[in-house]
């Protein structure tokens, strides 16, 4: 069965500084790996997604993440933080093999980042 | 054009009561899911739509809960009868059939507590 992991449930950092959040998956296939992020109040928002293809995939507000295969990894990276970026992230994996209409994601437990001035 | 609605926003309930939450997707988007976060848990799929037919409904857990989507627009999602354990965030997100790949829009949620 898939299963992610996301390292820490907390994560703090200043402002400008390096964005790190962690996420492992266990999976028999490599899936389709996802982040998510939940602003205060809002919906889970689609940050970036890998499916095929370049393993570093790049997505909204300067995030990155990069699919390692070896390491059954897909963290979350951001050169520089801004106290827009507090935020809970999510991420997340699909079955390839499903249907291609069927979007059952497994979610990890999620990290919330804190940015401080 | 509108995002994901859903309401209540947030109902508190006491234990053996029902509760009927409401979930409008985008329109025009066949896929509509409900998903629930447990506090303290990861989100978990609970079943999915296509149109107004059940394509995965493995995620419910039990049968107090009963979901519907006539017409195959908004759909509900009812609890009947609550207990503790039901509390929660449950989201709903939707999508177009066949266009990309996880590309779900998720409402805000509706967070229930159940006293």
């Known amino acids: 069965a898939q299963s992610v992991t996301q390292l820490g449930s907390h994560v703090s950092v200043s402002e400008g500084a390096l964005v790190l959040l962690r996420c492992n998956y266990s999976s028999s296939v490599p899936p389709y790996l996802f982040w998510y992020v939940q602003y205060p109040n809002q919906g889970l928002q689609l940050l970036l997604k890998y499916t095929t293809g370049a393993t570093l995939v790049k997505g909204i507000n300067g995030f990155e993440a990069e699919f390692k295969k070896s390491e059954t990894s897909f963290h979350l990276t951001k050169p520089s933080a801004h106290m827009s970026d507090a935020a809970e992230y999510f991420c997340?994996?699909?079955?390839?093999?499903?249907?291609?209409?069927?979007?059952?994601?497994?979610w990890g437990l999620g990290t919330s980042l804190a940015v401080n001035p | 054009e509108a995002g994901v609605t859903q309401f209540p926003s947030h109902s508190v309930i006491e234990k053996g009561q029902t509760v009927t939450l409401r979930c409008d997707p985008i329109s025009g988007h066949d896929n509509l899911y409900w998903y629930r976060r447990v506090m303290g848990k990861e989100i978990k799929f609970l079943l999915h739509?296509?149109?107004?037919?059940?394509?995965?409904e493995s995620g419910m857990p039990n049968n107090r809960f009963l979901a519907e989507r006539t017409g195959g627009t908004y759909s509900t999602l009812k609890v009947q009868p609550a207990e503790l354990e039901d509390s929660g965030v449950y989201f709903c997100?939707?999508?177009?059939?066949?266009?990309?790949?996880?590309?779900?829009?998720f409402g805000e949620g509706s967070r229930l507590t159940v006293l």
């Open positions: 997100a939707s999508s177009r059939r066949g266009r990309g790949i996880g590309e779900l829009f």
């Open positions: 739509f296509v149109k107004e037919s059940k394509q995965d």
């Open positions: 997340a994996v699909s079955d390839p093999g499903r249907a291609g209409n069927n979007r059952k994601l497994i």
